[in-house]
């Protein structure tokens, strides 16, 4: 059997489906503080990427490249007895929904996803640079979650504790595909409904922003007074956002 990344449903489970996608060394608490709201309308289908959290953590590279990741994606649809969802992914998840809803197009209902540098092909400094020989541990990497200040706490302890417990070859791993999920060129080809929730204090992603425009001609983008953890650092805005864009596109209320 090919490695599985994990999956748990929860929410309104009459509801139209939505799966939700992490970032990198994130996992599915990710989603703590949004679950509730969005739950009250759709089925959540939250998924934890290869090597992360209790997804299965090979290391062979190709179990971390699109091809598998993308395949696992309809595994988990299929399983879950799903046939249309809307697709939600934050930071990595955002590049990872995206490409998802470009190869999946009737599959996927409509697209959410914040700040993602690797969906535009935007270096992040810290991350591709480090392997596991010149690293001892996780907190090592830019964007370890031990390292944000704006977290609330009992969030930020789970996302620590799995972050810690990543094993360091998936870092390695996992950034060396960065480059593959970059989908700006293809980007003018989604047809479905499409929102990108900004989180208007990374200053390095409001760059990006003409140019998403440019590439998504019908994006709608929702400004949120936040950072790259945008859903958790405005949880109640970014569901509101979620949520009346789903309904103006067909997502009514229950």
């Known amino acids: 059997m090919s490695p599985r990344m994990s999956s ?8 139209p489906a939505m799966l939700l996608l992490h970032g990198f060394l994130s996992c599915r608490a990710q989603w703590d503080l949004n679950a509730e709201r969005l739950g009250e309308r759709f089925r959540l289908i939250i998924v934890e990427l ?9 290391d062979e590279p190709s179990w971390y490249g699109p091809d598998h990741v993308l395949s696992e994606l ?6 879950h007895d799903v046939d249309q969802w809307w697709v939600c992914g934050q930071s990595l998840g955002g590049a990872i929904a995206t490409r998802y809803a470009l190869a999946h197009p009737n599959r996927a209902l409509g697209l959410v996803f914040t700040n993602s540098r690797a969906a535009f092909g935007i270096a992040r400094p810290g991350i591709r640079q480090i392997i596991p020989d010149t690293i001892s541990s996780t907190r090592d990497v830019s964007v370890h979650p031990v390292h944000a200040t704006r977290l609330p706490e009992a969030i930020k302890a789970r996302l620590v504790e799995a972050a810690d417990a990543t094993p360091l070859h998936v870092v390695d791993l996992v ?3 960065r480059e593959a999920w970059r989908s700006v060129d293809q980007m003018t080809e989604l047809t479905i409904p499409v929102m990108l929730v900004n989180g208007r204090w990374e200053k390095a992603f409001q760059k990006t922003l003409d140019e998403v425009r440019d590439s998504i001609g019908h994006v709608e983008i929702v400004d949120l007074e936040g950072g790259h953890a945008i859903n958790i650092e405005q949880a109640a805005g970014f569901d509101a ?3 009346d864009f789903t309904e103006r596109h067909g997502a009514s209320s229950p």
Do not use: F, W
Request: overall charge negative.
């Open 241 to 243: 956002a979620v949520l």
């Open 8 to 15: 748990a449903s929860t929410g309104n489970p009459d509801g």
């Open 50 to 58: 290869m090597g992360h959290g209790v997804s299965d953590a090979p």
């Open 74 to 79: 309809e595994r988990v649809r299929v399983d």
């Open 175 to 177: 950034s060396g595909h």
